[in-house]
């Protein structure tokens, strides 16, 4: 029994360390591999427009952050058949944001989707709506 609880509660500690170990989403970026850059550091460049509107707030009175380094705010690169997968460090970026004193967004909002679609005749459009909530809640992962 004692070795039971030890193997549970190991199980356990290794569930909550992958919980914790997962990256932020907004610092994943996609690249389709066509239309990417030939060099890393341009494939960086790509991806950080994307993460700016991720993470900076609309009302950014500082303007578009420089990165002086790409290397360094660069975690992982996974290459598939069509995409790449950069993984950006968001410590590394949170520093060099802040040294820049460009406000950030550092948790990660939740936002909740409510679709209602009536018809000319004011009835409820039920598989519509249910089809456009799939598709807000494709688009939010």
Known sequence: MPRLLRLFTLIMLLC???????ADPRFIIVLNKATASAT????????LPQLWNRILPLNNPV??????????????????????TLELNSAAIFAQLQQQGIPVLH?????????TLLNTEG???????????????????
């Open 123 to 141: 009835k409820t459009m039920v598989h519509s709506q249910r089809l456009l909530e799939q598709e807000g809640a494709r688009i939010a992962r």
């Open 40 to 47: 890393l550091d341009g494939k960086i460049q790509q991806a």
């Open 16 to 22: 909550c360390f992958a919980i914790s170990a997962q």
């Open 63 to 84: 303007g578009m952050p420089l990165i002086s380094d790409l290397q360094s705010v660069l975690q992982r690169v996974q290459e598939g058949r069509e995409n790449i």
């Open 107 to 115: 948790r990660m909002p939740h936002i909740r989707l409510n679709i």
